[in-house]
T-cell receptor
Framework: DSGVTQTPKHLITATGQRVTLRCSPR?????VYWYQQSLDQGLQFLIHYYNGEERAKGNILERFSAQQFPDLHSELNLSSLELGDSALYFC????????????FGQGTRLTVV | EDQVTQSPEALRLQEGESSSLNCSYTVSGLRGLFWYRQDPGKGPEFLFTLYSAGEEKEKERLKATLTKKESFLHITAPKPEDSATYLCAVPGSGYALNFGKGTSLLVTP
């Protein structure tokens, strides 16, 4: 158990809908990272938050957004969902935002039908 | 652009047959090379971080080494429970990890 909690574990929704994925980082970790993993793309970095502030963006679509709250949990919002958004979404946390290992949650498997 | 390339894509070993996985990287100023293990449908599990050429780290049957251009994950006398995908990663410009596509390892009894 990495100490990073993601909910829900599975989510099935229809095209055009909006969903929210939740992540609770390890106790004491200030950084939260979101990744998308699909079969053909591998792990793709989406966005990084540090202590409530956005630090970096990766390959995140405009339909996706995220935030980190004062209690350091984070939410990833996916809207206007398309079939191609079906993937595993992982959250990871680390103590700081610099050169430290990140610990991953068990992921949310999103299926868009 | 920073890149991480892993080889081979897939590897099948007999139990006890040692081998090595390769991770080559092109970054401007390495700030750590990270190895993870991922089981199907699960989140990546942190294994090692290496920071400088010549550094080595070991954990059970795994040993990671680092040169200026690549890292190797040596697996000695593997067991079926070592079957997994092994991922390497380097920090990108924003410190988030950029991952390679991984090596899928299957160890048969």
């Amino acid at each position: 158990d990495s100490g990073v909690t993601q909910t829900p574990k599975h989510l099935i929704t229809a095209t055009g809908q909006r969903v929210t994925l939740r992540c609770s980082p390890r106790s004491g970790d200030l950084s939260v990272y979101w990744y998308q993993q699909s079969l053909d793309q591998g792990l793709q970095f989406l966005i990084h938050y540090y202590n409530g502030e956005e630090r970096a963006k990766g390959n995140i679509l405009e339909r996706f957004s995220a935030q980190q709250f004062p209690d350091l949990h984070s939410e990833l919002n996916l809207s206007s969902l398309e079939l191609g958004d079906s993937a595993l979404y992982f959250c990871a946390s680390s103590v700081s935002g610099v050169n430290t290992e990140a610990f991953f949650g068990q992921g949310t498997r999103l299926t868009v039908v | 652009e920073d890149q991480v390339t892993q080889s081979p894509e897939a590897l099948r070993l007999q139990e006890g047959e040692s081998s090595s996985l390769n991770c080559s990287y092109t970054v401007s100023g390495l700030r750590g090379l990270f190895w993870y293990r991922q089981d199907p449908g699960k989140g990546p599990e942190f294994l090692f971080t290496l920071y400088s050429a010549g550094e080595e780290k070991e954990k059970e049957r795994l040993k990671a080494t680092l040169t200026k251009k690549e890292s190797f994950l040596h697996i000695t006398a593997p067991k079926p429970e070592d079957s997994a995908t092994y991922l390497c990663a380097v920090p990108g410009s924003g410190y988030a990890l950029n991952f390679g596509k991984g090596t899928s390892l299957l160890v048969t009894p």
